[in-house]
């Protein structure tokens, strides 16, 4: 009996789970969506969804299309569609979908402006037009729409942000990246949305800077604010929840201050100050344990590398001016890390033996230093590595048969130092470079051993 029922029960819930993944589709929502379609300019050999819109399918079942239960359409997933020319503007293209909560055209060849009657879809949470090639002007709407997430990163938008985006009082992601947005952003306007978890500003031609008693909100997660014209590093003490910053590519000087290793806690993840003119790293700090990106090159470092934390992935400290000997024990610190570089900096000394035991590196790059002695044999352990570039060094002896086991290997560059000696047989798929280093012979060079 209690079978039957479970049965009962099961076989119900599956009805329902039919009917609920494809509602029956309301008749104007339908022709909403047919006439859309008619406006829009899409190759439909390369179409996947918009090709299968016709008029003998119930419309919640077409691709990118979902409905509520009563039928009407609230969410339209257009991405990856190769829709080119404009984006359809009258108020009758879109107004009838009312209840329209997603809506995704991102990754087309879109042109022209960013029509206003999408701004005011009145259920609309979710925007997400990246990757096309609007441009012009944002038209500032006096009713800000209750957007949640907002993303036009990657087209050509131009002048200044409008005054409705502050005034999106649910906008919880907002990214207007790699736009030609201008002119200057007080980045405290951002403080009355107190709900934002990501703030992506870069790539952009604007100015942003903060007031000296600016605080941003508790909630903000990542804040990428590369290319932003930048003078001073924002006051970040705050920011109790950040995972993820992005400083790069403006004009920061002076030292890293040592409280943006304390920033979220400690549960920081990401940091990319590259491309500004920081000098060195105010001490005492301790870097996050979760630390696992960290890109600190094209800068002006001075002084000793710093030793990073152990779960890094991706450590750049290329084109600085440190100046130390790699730590003995480095490449214990470097187990998990996939990408290392330092090249370009004033190393001095030897390659730690201890390099053998990064084994998850797939690039080391400790080219244009200055560093001495011979190449560690043990750097044949590293089995993952496909580009090790010791040019440009001071290194000396043979080169160890043992680089030959890497069978990943596709970039070799050992230009530029005093090695010698017979060159060992790599594999064919391996550039090799080996100029510069007179003691060498044998092939590829011309020089034979003798
Ligand atoms: C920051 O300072 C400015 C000018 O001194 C003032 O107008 C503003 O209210 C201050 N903001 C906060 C959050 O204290
Ligand atoms: C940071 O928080 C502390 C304590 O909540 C507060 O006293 C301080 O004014 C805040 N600083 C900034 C820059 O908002
Ligand atoms: C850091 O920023 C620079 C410049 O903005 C960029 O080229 C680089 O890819 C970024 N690094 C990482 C690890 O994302
Ligand atoms: C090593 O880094 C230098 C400087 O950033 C760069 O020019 C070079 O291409 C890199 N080598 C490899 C193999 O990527
Ligand atoms: C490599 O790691 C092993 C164990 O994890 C350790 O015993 C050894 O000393 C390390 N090698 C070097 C050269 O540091
Ligand atoms: C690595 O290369 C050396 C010298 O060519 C060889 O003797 C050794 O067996 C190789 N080791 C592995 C694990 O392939
Ligand atoms: C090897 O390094 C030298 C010096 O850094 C550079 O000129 C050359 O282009 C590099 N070769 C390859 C194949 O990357």
Same mark, same amino acid.
């Given at each position: 009996?209690?079978?039957?029922?479970?049965?009962?029960?099961?076989?119900?819930?599956?009805?329902?789970?039919?009917?609920?993944?494809?509602?029956?589709?309301?008749?104007?929502?339908?022709?909403?969506?047919?006439?859309?379609?008619?406006?829009?300019?899409?190759?439909?050999?390369?179409?996947?969804?918009?090709? +299968? *819109?016709?008029?003998? @399918?119930?419309?919640?079942?077409?691709?990118?299309?979902?409905?509520?239960?009563?039928?009407?359409?609230?969410?339209?997933?257009?991405?990856?569609?190769?829709?080119?020319?404009?984006?359809?503007?009258?108020?009758?293209?879109?107004? +009838?979908?009312? #209840?329209?909560?997603?809506?995704?055209?991102?990754?087309? =060849?879109?042109? +022209?402006? %960013?029509? $206003?009657?999408?701004?005011?879809?009145?259920?609309?949470?979710?925007?997400?037009? =990246?990757?096309?090639? /609007?441009?012009?002007?944002?038209?500032?709407?006096?009713?800000?729409? #209750?957007? #949640?997430?907002?993303?036009?990163?990657?087209?050509?938008?131009?002048?200044?942000?409008? +005054?409705?985006?502050?005034?999106?009082?649910?906008?919880?992601? %907002?990214?207007?990246?790699?736009?030609?947005?201008?002119?200057?952003?007080?980045?405290? $306007?951002?403080? $009355?949305?107190?709900?934002?978890?990501?703030?992506?500003?870069?790539?952009?031609?604007?100015?942003?800077?903060?007031?000296?008693?600016?605080?941003?909100?508790?909630?903000?997660?990542?804040?990428?604010?590369?290319?932003?014209?930048?003078?001073?590093?924002?006051?970040?003490?705050?920011?109790?929840?950040?995972?993820?910053?992005?400083?790069?590519?403006?004009? %920061?000087?002076?030292?890293?201050?040592?409280?943006? *290793?304390?920033?979220?806690? !400690?549960?920081?993840?990401?940091?990319?100050?590259?491309?500004?003119?920081?000098?060195?790293?105010?001490?005492?700090?301790?870097?996050?344990?979760?630390?696992?990106?960290?890109?600190?090159?094209?800068?002006? %470092?001075?002084?000793?590398?710093?030793?990073?934390?152990?779960?890094?992935?991706?450590?750049?400290?290329?084109?600085?001016?440190?100046?130390?000997?790699?730590?003995?024990?480095?490449?214990? @610190? /470097?187990?998990?890390?996939?990408?290392?570089?330092?090249?370009?900096?004033?190393?001095?000394?030897?390659?730690?033996?201890?390099?053998?035991?990064?084994?998850?590196? #797939?690039?080391?790059?400790?080219?244009?230093?200055?560093?001495?002695?011979?190449?560690?044999?043990?750097?044949?352990?590293?089995?993952?590595?496909?580009?090790?570039?010791?040019?440009?060094?001071?290194?000396?002896?043979?080169?160890?048969?043992?680089?030959?086991?890497?069978?990943?290997?596709?970039?070799?560059?050992?230009?530029?130092?005093?090695?010698?000696?017979?060159?060992?047989?790599?594999?064919?798929?391996?550039?090799?470079?080996?100029? !510069?280093?007179?003691?060498?012979?044998?092939?590829?060079?011309?020089?034979?051993?003798?």
């Amino acid at each position: 009996m209690s079978f039957q029922i479970t049965s009962l029960i099961l076989f119900v819930s599956f009805l329902f789970g039919v009917t609920r993944s494809a509602p029956p589709c309301l008749d104007d929502q339908k022709d909403l969506l047919l006439a859309l379609k008619n406006h829009l300019t899409f190759d439909s050999s390369l179409s996947t969804k918009l090709v +299968g *819109w016709i008029q003998s @399918v119930e419309c919640c079942a077409w691709g990118g299309v979902a409905c509520d239960e009563a039928g009407y359409v609230t969410r339209l997933d257009l991405s990856h569609e190769t829709i080119h020319g404009r984006i359809p503007s009258s108020r009758n293209d879109w107004e +009838g979908l009312n #209840r329209l909560e997603y809506l995704s055209m991102a990754y087309n =060849s879109l042109t +022209g402006e %960013l029509p $206003k009657s999408l701004l005011t879809l009145p259920s609309l949470d979710d925007l997400d037009l =990246s990757y096309n090639r /609007l441009s012009g002007q944002l038209i500032d709407v006096v009713q800000p729409p #209750r957007l #949640r997430n907002l993303d036009l990163s990657n087209n050509r938008f131009e002048g200044p942000i409008p +005054g409705f985006i502050f005034k999106l009082a649910a906008l919880s992601t %907002l990214k207007l990246s790699a736009n030609k947005f201008s002119g200057r952003v007080e980045l405290d $306007k951002f403080g $009355k949305l107190t709900d934002l978890y990501a703030l992506d500003l870069s790539y952009n031609d604007l100015t942003v800077s903060v007031s000296a008693n600016f605080s941003l909100l508790s909630k903000l997660n990542s804040i990428m604010l590369a290319s932003c014209n930048m003078k001073e590093v924002p006051d970040l003490k705050n920011q109790s929840r950040l995972l993820m910053l992005d400083l790069s590519d403006n004009h %920061l000087s002076g030292e890293i201050p040592n409280w943006i *290793w304390e920033v979220g806690n !400690g549960y920081l993840r990401f940091l990319n100050l590259s491309h500004n003119k920081f000098s060195g790293l105010q001490e005492p700090y301790t870097f996050p344990f979760l630390l696992d990106v960290l890109d600190l090159h094209s800068n002006r %470092l001075e002084g000793d590398i710093p030793v990073p934390p152990r779960r890094v992935y991706i450590l750049d400290y290329s084109n600085n001016n440190f100046k130390s000997s790699i730590p003995v024990d480095f490449g214990n @610190v /470097l187990r998990s890390t996939l990408f290392f570089s330092v090249s370009n900096n004033k190393l001095v000394g030897g390659i730690p033996e201890s390099i053998r035991n990064a084994t998850s590196l #797939r690039a080391l790059n400790l080219s244009r230093n200055a560093l001495t002695g011979p190449i560690p044999p043990l750097i044949g352990n590293l089995k993952d590595l496909r580009s090790l570039d010791l040019s440009v060094n001071l290194l000396s002896g043979s080169i160890p048969e043992e680089l030959t086991n890497l069978t990943q290997l596709s970039l070799l560059n050992l230009s530029y130092n005093h090695l010698s000696g017979r060159i060992p047989k790599f594999q064919t798929s391996t550039e090799l470079s080996f100029e !510069g280093n007179e003691g060498l012979c044998g092939p590829p060079l011309k020089k034979s051993c003798g």
